[in-house]
């Protein structure tokens, strides 16, 4: 279910840059961090799905990540390319968790979108006794950054190999 744009964090309200949309929808992993239960901080690149409203990435069950999060802890995520001018969507906020028998909905979407429809359904196909849980990120705060709008930049970066 949809909730008021107006509740999403300005920088992820319509409309938004090109590069932002590209970036929420690109086969680049989130990387997504959290404290752990000792206190120390923890980074793992995922698979996602963005709802419009909620970045969805799903874990296996029994893993450090489904162990570490529960309802309203809160994380950070980014999502950024890695070549120049680089370009980011920077998130925090609580999540939800959800167990699932077998695999999320969010991940056999997301497993089309980055290997494909066919070695995805295949990917699905070979994975799908294990269980998942469905992490929801309802962003709170978000930042967007685009290094090709930066004014310190006065001359090109030269492409890999020309300098």
């Known amino acids: 279910m949809s909730h008021p744009e107006s509740t999403l964090p300005t920088a992820l309200r319509a409309p938004t840059p090109r590069f932002v949309d590209l970036l ?70 609580p999540v939800t968790t959800r167990p699932v028998v077998g695999l999320t909905e969010a991940y056999r979407e997301a497993a089309a979108r980055y290997l494909g429809a066919a070695a995805g359904a295949d990917w699905c196909e070979r994975i799908a006794h294990l269980d998942q849980v469905e992490i929801r990120i309802r962003p709170v705060e978000a930042s967007v950054s685009d290094m090709g709008d930066a004014g310190f930049l006065t001359e090109p970066v030269p492409a890999r190999g020309d300098g």
């Open 24 to 93: 929420l929808q690109s086969r680049i992993p989130a990387r997504l961090s959290w404290i752990d239960g000792e206190g120390r901080p923890v980074v793992a690149p995922l698979w996602f799905t963005w709802t419009g409203d909620d970045l969805v990435v799903s874990t296996f069950a029994g893993s450090r990540k489904a162990t570490d999060l529960t309802d309203g802890s809160w994380v950070a995520v980014s999502i950024d390319n890695d070549e120049m001018p680089y370009r980011s969507v920077r998130l925090r906020g």
